[in-house]
């Protein structure tokens, strides 16, 4: 099993800036894919932006040129740098992670982190 803890949620004006950090740990084998995800009350969950292991990222068209994914391996964290903040990002964020081993893949959901802009 692997856990995923994030940090960095809380309450931004618009405009602003925040980070999240998620942090995976546990019988960790080999993780090559870190995403963000994010859910919006009534809406869908969805897809924020990815790396890869070998550093290739994508993005949501929402958030590009604003937001920014990155990760440290030696660490097993990923970061979301969220920049220009808008009302429309309010959502619950949550990290995703692939852990791939010999015979199968497997995915894991942080317990997500809380992200509110202001007008």
């Known amino acids: 099993q692997v856990q995923l803890v994030e940090s960095g949620g809380g309450l931004v004006q618009a405009g602003g800036s925040l980070r999240l950090s998620c942090a995976a740990s546990?019988?960790?084998?080999?993780?090559?894919?870190m995403g963000w995800y994010r859910q919006a009350p009534g809406k869908q969950r969805e897809l924020v932006a990815v790396?890869?292991?070998?550093?290739?990222?994508n993005y949501a068209d929402s958030v590009k040129g604003r937001f920014t994914i990155s990760r440290d391996k030696a660490k097993n964290t990923v970061y979301l740098q969220m920049n220009s903040l808008k009302p429309e990002d309010t959502a619950v964020y949550y990290c995703n992670v692939r852990d791939r081993t010999p015979t199968s893949d497997y995915y894991y959901w942080g317990q997500g982190t809380k992200v509110t802009v202001s007008s």
């Open positions: 546990g019988s960790i084998f080999s993780i090559n894919v």
């Open positions: 790396i890869i292991s070998g550093g290739s990222t």
